[in-house]
T-cell receptor
Framework: GENVEQHPSTLSVQEGDSAVIKCTYS??????FPWYKQELGKRPQLIID?????GEKKDQRIAVTLNKTAKHFSLHITETQPEDSAVYFC????????????FGSGTKLNVKP | DSGVTQTPKHLITATGQRVTLRCSPR?????VYWYQQSLDQGLQFLIQ???????AKGNILERFSAQQFPDLHSELNLSSLELGDSALYFC??????????????FGPGTRLTVL
């Protein structure tokens, strides 16, 4: 099955700086890559996703890039704000079993004011 | 609010007991997913149902079972509970589940504590 690794496990940045979280996946059949944000004590919520037919997707301060050849994808947050502090999870899902999301272990982002 | 509801919010029980967690998906969603999140851990996929039928299975223990009813709500049954089963259990739902991946909307979770 698919294996998703996520780095770093914790990330501390100064407010206004950029943050980058990276994930690698093992199954070349994976073609959908969502990112979820989980604030403390709350439910995970989708913040952005990308499908394998594009290499980059942007939504205001967040962007995701995908390198299918290298089998990795990254979340980029620019101009970070304290409210960006949360745990971020990446996931991958293969086309042959697209209901099964394989999540990374999470990155705890701390944005210092 | 995602529109997915889960009950109860908290559950405290003893080892060896059996509990049932309940989930109601968003209106119109046919797929329900169950995840386990242990302390400071990622989300472990347990099982998925689509319109009453099991569609995908993760590392769900044999002591755990689930079902989806005709009204589309789902229940996760955990039996012979062990201390290690203490975790946050999330239910998620999505629109479909037959033609490709869709955003999964998560419920607020049920925190299970096994003493």
């Amino acid at each position: 099955g698919e294996n998703v690794e996520q780095h770093p496990s914790t990330l501390s940045v100064q407010e206004g700086d950029s943050a980058v979280i990276k994930c690698t996946y093992s199954d070349s059949a994976s073609n959908y890559f969502p990112w979820y944000k989980q604030e403390l004590g709350k439910r995970p919520q989708l913040i952005i996703d990308i499908r394998s037919n594009v290499g980059e997707k942007k939504d205001q301060r967040i962007a995701v890039t995908l390198n299918k050849t290298a089998k990795h994808f990254s979340l980029h947050i620019t101009e970070t704000q304290p409210e960006d502090s949360a745990v971020y999870f990446c996931a991958a899902t293969p086309f042959y079993n697209f209901n099964k999301f394989y999540f990374g272990s999470g990155t705890k982002l701390n944005v210092k004011p | 609010d995602s529109g997915v509801t889960q009950t109860p919010k908290h559950l405290i029980t003893a080892t060896g007991q059996r509990v049932t967690l309940r989930c109601s998906p968003r209106s119109g969603d046919l797929s329900v997913y169950w995840y386990q999140q242990s302390l400071d851990q990622g989300l472990q996929f347990l099982i998925q149902y689509y319109n009453g039928e099991e569609r995908a299975k993760g590392n769900i223990l044999e002591r755990f079972s689930a079902q989806q009813f005709p009204d589309l709500h789902s229940e996760l049954n955990l039996s012979s509970l062990e201390l290690g089963d203490s975790a946050l259990y999330f239910c998620a739902s999505s629109v479909a589940g037959t033609s490709g991946p869709n955003e999964q909307f998560f419920g607020p979770g049920t925190r299970l504590t096994v003493l």
